[in-house]
């Protein structure tokens, strides 16, 4: 409604008292932001969550210390105002957050910007590389492996990612736009090459057919459609994406 009301507005002449407007004085007091300490959070999912349930579950599960308040801004966009820093950062350095398995892409909003028109396209995850043999486990090979997943955020701490227990742990700053990759051909120095595996600790829902994230297959609708083939048969994508060591 508000987006054909502005191209509405765009194609017609403004009358000289409406062109006139309003002149803001150069005193005119200033408001306290609304929006201080805050995350915007826009939730991947095809239909509208209910706002309640998603604002009780999550001042459960985080139970910042010195509170916090959840605010609507559109469907499946929210505020988080917090009354304290270290809640805020403390939320941010716990993602990624779900709420009913859907994706929550929380970033923090600068002072004076509009909460609506926040581009949410990213969110960490961490993934395991599975297959890289052991000589290769290497700061440089963590970072080439990243560039081509998304963004490697752990540059500082290079022994994190050095797992003995036959995969690499990257944490990868993800576009939540593009397909999940469930593996890459390594090119080996040797002119050989490997292709290695790709796992998702606490995957939210994605669908089985594109891949990407806030998806979901409904067969029930698909399966009326001519030449139907159950794509649970042949999908590309499986929960087999998941990594369930750490209890995703």
């Known amino acids: 409604m508000e987006g054909s009301l502005l191209e509405l507005g765009s194609a017609l002449s403004l009358t000289e008292e409406e062109d006139e407007g309003i002149i803001l004085p150069r005193d005119l007091p200033r408001v306290s932001d609304p929006f201080a300490l805050s995350l915007v959070g826009r939730l991947l999912s095809p239909h509208p969550v209910n706002f309640e349930a998603l604002s009780h579950t999550f001042q459960n599960l985080l139970r910042p210390a010195k509170g916090v308040n959840v605010r609507r801004v559109a469907d499946n966009r929210f505020c988080f105002v917090f009354n304290h820093v270290v809640d805020l950062r403390r939320t941010l350095a716990l993602r990624s957050w779900t709420f ?52 490697w955020e752990d540059e500082a701490n290079v022994e994190d990612f050095i797992s003995w227990s036959g995969a690499l742990r990257l944490r990868i700053l993800l576009d939540v736009n593009l397909p999940l990759k469930w593996a890459l051909r390594l090119r080996l120095p040797d002119d050989h090459s490997l292709v290695v595996r790709l796992t998702y600790e606490r995957l939210p829902n994605f669908c089985y057919l594109c891949g990407r994230l806030g998806h979901i297959q409904r067969l029930r609708d698909l399966q009326f459609a001519d030449g139907f083939i159950d794509p649970s048969v042949h999908a590309p994508y499986g929960p087999w994406l998941r990594d369930n060591s750490f209890g995703g």
Do not use: M
């Open 100 to 151: 009913d398995r859907n994706l929550l892409i929380l970033q923090e909003l600068s002072p004076g910007a509009d909460p609506e028109s926040v581009l949410l396209d990213w969110c960490p995850f961490f993934i395991r590389v599975h297959g890289i043999p052991y000589r290769y486990r290497s700061t440089a090979i963590a970072r080439l492996t990243g560039a081509k997943l998304g963004v």
